[in-house]
């Protein structure tokens, strides 16, 4: 797990190390559930998702880009993943925002993503 990852919850008073844990695996779980419908991969493995971070106690901030920016889902994948991590047990509300900075390319896809569209 990349250490951006591990430090998502810095300056969070109320969540014990354990609970983070817990909330962070299941928001990976979460996002692992949204594919992009062009490429037979999740969003996470895809790595489309840049960064994950707490807002208060129970709000999460998303920072994902996608395969393209003239991509045709970039109006409805956002809110996918919103609604996604949502289901997630000790988060009230997800916001999405889509950045272009840095370009996505295929260096950012997990090794099982690569395995499995035959890129490695």
Known sequence: MSAWLRNW??????VNEATEDQRL???????RTVFDPEIPT???DLGLIYAIDAVGDA???IK????APGCPVAGTLPGLVERAVETVDGVDHCKVDLVWDPPWTKD???????LELGMM
């Not at 695996?25 to 996002?31: H, R, S, W």
């Not at 950012?108 to 690569?114: D, H, I, L, N, W």
């Open 59 to 61: 709000d999460i901030a």
């Open 64 to 67: 994902m880009t996608l395969t």
């Open 25 to 31: 695996d299941g928001i990976i779980a979460a996002l």
């Open 9 to 14: 919850f810095e300056g969070s008073s109320k």
């Open 108 to 114: 950012r896809m997990s090794e099982a993503a690569q």
């Open 42 to 44: 999740n969003v996470y």
